[in-house]
């Protein structure tokens, strides 16, 4: 379960009286509870309480960000290729730990391959998120195919791929609309229009920043990230 500010509130956090559990707007007369602090799963576990409601949410941005593997010493990587080139298996320490292997997450997106071709009655649509401020690859942004639950998520590098009917009902007079959106403490959504055709040229989408870009405030909306699209 994800969720997004679609529409971000422009009052004053700093005006707002302090609350328990955030702030109170005056405004609206609601409280606004901060979640700045907290990890997505600390999130995720507040909104799923009984009886929470609408809710109002502060975020930062950067607090869900992916924490990146801690590199291996030089020598160790040094000692691996050797290994490697010898055909030798190098044998784990015990103070070595080793990356669990995680199973695709749902929505995930599908590898990207500039040579593949859709088998006949569907065509694979695929490109390359970006951030437009930086030109650097959008690591978790959701593609939505038109109003429908299915399409994409993006890769490390900002790479997201599928496949989908040709003859589709999401497909109006030849083309496909998309919505691509990034963490929205970050990024604005933004929507684009793909023509259907065999071989798609591979997209470039640059996602534009939001106003004060680090912060937002605002009715908070959950939703299930994009699923694999159906091929019949």
Known sequence: MAFSVPD????SWAAMAPTADGRFCGNCQ?????????SEAEVTAWLARPATGNICGFFSAGQFAPTLPVPQPRWRRWLVTAL??????????ACQTTAPQHS????ATEQADATASA?????????RVLDDSTGTGVQGAEIFI?????????????NFSFTMPQQWEAVQN???????QGSPFVFKQQTVSVAVSPAPVALTVRLKSV????????????????QKPPLK
């Open 174 to 180: 030849g083309a496909v609309s998309l919505r691509v």
């Open 119 to 127: 088998p006949k009655g569907q065509v694979t649509i695929r490109g």
């Open 211 to 226: 106003e004060g870009r680090g912060q937002i405030m605002g009715r908070i909306v959950q939703h299930d990230p994009p």
């Open 84 to 93: 490697a080139l010898l055909g030798l298996e190098p044998v784990l320490t």
């Open 30 to 38: 609601h409280e606004v509870v901060d979640f700045s602090r907290m």
């Open 8 to 11: 971000p509130c422009p009052k």
């Open 104 to 107: 695709p997450a749902a929505g």
């Open 146 to 158: 038109g109003d429908t639950k299915y399409g994409a998520v993006t890769d490390e590098q900002g």
